[in-house]
């Protein structure tokens, strides 16, 4: 039906940047607000931010300034640019995916999805 493909995490050093790309694959018609999440060993999965279908976005407050996201509605795709990295930007990063409306093969359905995940690590 429809799937989230997570990729571009990796080991970087702090101060580095990163930029994460999050594919969604299916009979998609409209995807209403990607975003991404994050959580770090031992702590709840929090938000890092989100975009609309007319780009509109939300930044956590500590992250705004550091992580870019934006999306190409035509493949699908969001992304997340990570730049001045820091030890604590360590984590599992998850792509979602809200209100996608898609073909199911014999009718339209609507639902809400997340990727697979993708480790970030920051070094000091």
């Known amino acids: 039906q429809v799937q989230l493909v997570e990729s571009g995490g990796g080991l970087v050093q702090a101060g580095g940047s990163l930029r994460l790309s999050c594919v969604a694959s299916g009979s998609i018609l409209r995807i209403n607000t990607m975003g991404w999440y994050r959580q770090a060993p031992g702590k709840q999965r929090e938000l890092v931010a989100t975009?609309?279908?007319?780009?509109?976005?939300n930044y956590a407050d500590s992250l705004k300034g550091r992580f870019t996201i934006s999306r190409d509605n035509a493949k699908n795709t969001v992304y997340l640019q990570m730049n001045s990295l820091k030890p604590e930007d360590t984590a599992v990063y998850y792509c979602?995916?809200?209100?996608?409306?898609?073909?199911?093969?014999?009718?339209?359905?609507?639902?809400?999805?997340w990727g697979q995940g993708t480790q970030v690590t920051v070094s000091s």
């Open positions: 979602n995916a809200a209100g996608v409306r898609y073909w199911s093969g014999s009718s339209f359905d609507l639902g809400d999805y």
């Open positions: 975009i609309s279908t007319g780009s509109n976005t």
